[in-house]
């Protein structure tokens, strides 16, 4: 997972600004070092996700995997057509 996405998932979780500087001092990390990962869009370890997680007392994956899930898929939609349709042949 970017480390942008962490970033905004923790701060929409705990409702207060985080910053790099933060996340670098909880991952043993400086703050030019994070500020590189983001230029280099690097992803962080799943550890590294871990260890934040139980540092703020959240659920970073599942909140992200929630919040990215597509809402239709084209079989939804498909569904969605064919129940239309044999609807309105009932009538």
Do not use: C, H, W
């Not at 933060?22 to 030019?32: E, F, M």
């Amino acid at each position: 997972m970017l480390v942008i996405e962490v970033l905004g998932a923790l701060q929409f979780l705990k409702k207060e600004l985080i910053s790099l500087s933060d996340l670098g001092q909880i991952l043993g990390i400086g703050r030019a070092a994070m500020s590189a990962k983001v230029q280099r869009k690097s992803e962080l370890k799943p550890e590294e996700i871990k260890q934040l997680e139980v540092y703020f007392g959240v659920d970073i994956e599942d909140f992200v995997r929630k919040n990215t899930a597509p809402k239709n898929t084209s079989s939804d939609i498909k569904d969605e057509i064919v129940k239309t349709v044999e609807e309105y042949l009932k009538t």
